[in-house]
C-alpha cells in the first residue's frame, strides 16, 4: 500500500524545467558539451540550469535568455519553457503564484476595524474641505487675502530657478569613438567593413571591449547576443541595438549610423538561422 502511495506522488509530481531540458538533451543522444559548444552558452551555466539552480547565475536576465536558447536548440516550446522558468524564479524569490482570496463580508478577519472605519471618515472630510477651498478660491479668487508677493516677480524667480537645473542636463553624444563592451560570457560577434573586410571577429568574454576604428569605411555588425553588448560613443552610453534575443546582421555602427537610430526606422533582424554561421 505504501509502495503505491509513493508511486502516485511521483506521477503527480510537477517536473522541474532543469529536470525537462536534461532529459530532452539525453533523449536526443546530445552531450552538454555539444549543447554548449552549438548554444555558446558556457558548460557550467548549463549545469546550473539542469540543476535548477537559477538563483546561482548572474542575474534574471542570464536565467531567461539562456533558457530559451537552451530550450530552442533542443527544440522545445519556448513559451513554455519560459513561463515555468519564471514560475521558478518566483517560487525562488517567495512570491506567491496565485493570486490572492477575495474579501468575504463575512469573514470577521476581514472585515475593517472601527479605527480603520473612524480614519476613512476623517480622510473623507478633509477632502471634501479641500475640494471647497478648491472651488471658493476658483470661481471666487477676489475673497481669498492678497498675495505677499508680486505675481510677476514671483514667475521670475521660478524662471530663474528652473534655469541651473536645465544647464544641469546631460549632453547628448555628438561624436567620438565607438566603443562596443561585452555584458556576458561568450558572446560572439563579427564586426566588418562596407566591402565585407573582417575588422574583428571573437567570442568575448564579460567585460571585452572592442573600439571601431576611426578610419572603417562602413562599419557594420553581425552578432546573436545584441542585447549582452553596451555600447558608447565618445564616452557616454547610447541604447544597445535591441534587446530582443534575436540575430542581428549587416547593422550600420558608425557614431553617425547609431546616433540617427532616433529618427530613423530599426535595421530589421537577420534571421535567426543565419546566428550559427561565422563565416566570412
Do not use: C
Not at 509502495?3 to 510537477?14: F, H, P, Q
Not at 528652473?162 to 553624444?173: H, L, R, S, T
Request: proline share 8%; glycine share 8%; no cysteine.
Amino acid at each position: 500500500m505504501e509502495e503505491d502511495d509513493a508511486v502516485e506522488i511521483e506521477e503527480t509530481r510537477v517536473q522541474r524545467v532543469g529536470e525537462r531540458l536534461r532529459e530532452t538533451r539525453e533523449a536526443k543522444g546530445l552531450s552538454i558539451e555539444q549543447v554548449a559548444a552549438d548554444t555558446r552558452i558556457p558548460q557550467r551555466h548549463l549545469s546550473t540550469i539542469e540543476a535548477g539552480q537559477f538563483s546561482a547565475l548572474p542575474s534574471r536576465t542570464y536565467a531567461i535568455g539562456f533558457s530559451r536558447t537552451y530550450a530552442r536548440t533542443l527544440g522545445l516550446d519556448e513559451n513554455e519553457v519560459l513561463d515555468q522558468v519564471r514560475a521558478e524564479l518566483a517560487e525562488a524569490d517567495g512570491t506567491p503564484a496565485e493570486q490572492p482570496a477575495k474579501f468575504e463580508p463575512g469573514d470577521p478577519a476581514r472585515v475593517p476595524g472601527r479605527g480603520l472605519a473612524w480614519f476613512a471618515v476623517f480622510a473623507a472630510i478633509l477632502l471634501l474641505g479641500g475640494v471647497y477651498a478648491f472651488y471658493s478660491s476658483y470661481f471666487a479668487p477676489g475673497l481669498g487675502p492678497a498675495p505677499l508677493e508680486d505675481p510677476a516677480e514671483q514667475v521670475a524667480e521660478e524662471a530663474a530657478a528652473d534655469q541651473p537645473a536645465q544647464a544641469a542636463a546631460p549632453a547628448q553624444p555628438t561624436g567620438g569613438p565607438v566603443v562596443f563592451t561585452s555584458e556576458m560570457d561568450g558572446t560572439w560577434v563579427k564586426f566588418y567593413d562596407a566591402s565585407g573586410t573582417r575588422l574583428y571577429e571573437a567570442q568575448m568574454a564579460a567585460g571585452d571591449s572592442y573600439t571601431i576604428p576611426a578610419d572603417a569605411d562602413g562599419p557594420q555588425i553581425w552578432t546573436g547576443r545584441p542585447y549582452a553588448l553596451a555600447i558608447t560613443i565618445g564616452g557616454q552610453s547610447v541604447p544597445k541595438l535591441t534587446e530582443e534575443d534575436t540575430v542581428v546582421r549587416d547593422v550600420a555602427v558608425s557614431a553617425e549610423a547609431l546616433l540617427a537610430r532616433d529618427t530613423a526606422p530599426a535595421a530589421d533582424p537577420a534571421p535567426a538561422a543565419d546566428a550559427n554561421d561565422t563565416t566570412t
